[in-house]
């Protein structure tokens, strides 16, 4: 029962350089969400997709971009790593539909810019 | 604008005792609430949810109640437990309009339960 899959689980990159979070539901869910936490901030909403073919910004979305490859796969990307984008990053999936509103999230990417 | 906002960053009970962690909206299209659980190194996961039409949810030693005039809800753990010492962050989101779909989460409220 995999669920929600965040690779890699851990990076350090180097102030300009690129990389890409890898996102997989194995749910058969609509949506698709990428959240960032900080302390005192909560989760952010960085970017999302209610469903195959649409993406979103949230609330956060200033230096990344996002993919949504299939149903199953949900990328974010980060150009050009700054600083400020040190965070733990959250994937999320849910139904979408109006039954319930709930997410299961995956385990994170510890993510260090320096 | 934090829409929705935990005011408490931490709180500290005792094994058997009542938790209570509060939460606070200032949305008013707000109408379904989540309360989700965090362990380091993990995701969050769900723990409970309350719409907007009811004033109480209860499951298990968890109860969730919402206050709609106030803009306010709050979970009860009874009795805690030291397993329960985690981060707990409140959610919040419409059924309709542009919110529908995302969660609002507040900045947590880290619980510890001591033996």
């Known amino acids: 029962n995999a669920g929600v899959t965040q690779t890699p689980k851990f990076q350090v990159l180097k102030t300009g350089q690129s990389m890409t979070l890898q996102c997989a539901q194995d749910m058969n869910h609509n949506s698709m969400y990428w959240y960032r936490q900080d302390p005192g901030m909560g989760l952010r909403l960085i970017y999302y997709s209610a469903s195959e073919g649409t993406t979103d910004k949230g609330e956060v979305p200033n230096g990344y971009n996002v993919s949504r490859l299939n149903k199953r796969e949900f990328s974010l990307r980060l150009e050009s790593a700054a600083p400020s984008q040190t965070s733990v990053y959250f994937c999320a999936s849910s139904r979408g539909d109006r039954d319930w509103y709930g997410y299961t999230f995956g385990s994170g990417t510890r993510l260090t810019v320096v | 604008d934090q829409q929705v906002k935990q005011n408490s960053p931490s709180l500290s009970v005792q094994e058997g005792r009542i938790s209570i962690l509060n939460c606070d909206y200032t949305?008013?299209?707000?109408?379904?609430f989540l309360w989700y659980k965090k362990y380091p190194a993990e995701g969050p996961t769900f723990l409970i949810s309350?719409?907007?039409?009811?004033d109480k949810n209860e499951d298990g030693r968890f109860t969730v109640f919402l206050n709609k005039s106030a803009k306010h809800l709050s979970l009860h753990i009874v009795p805690s437990q030291p397993g329960d010492s985690a981060v707990y962050f409140c959610?919040?989101?419409?059924?309709?309009?542009?919110?529908?779909?995302?969660?609002?989460f507040g900045q947590g409220t880290i619980l510890t339960v001591h033996p």
């Open positions: 949305n008013s299209m707000f109408d379904y």
């Open positions: 309350i719409s907007s039409i009811k």
């Open positions: 959610a919040a989101t419409s059924a309709g309009g542009t919110s529908y779909g995302k969660l609002t």
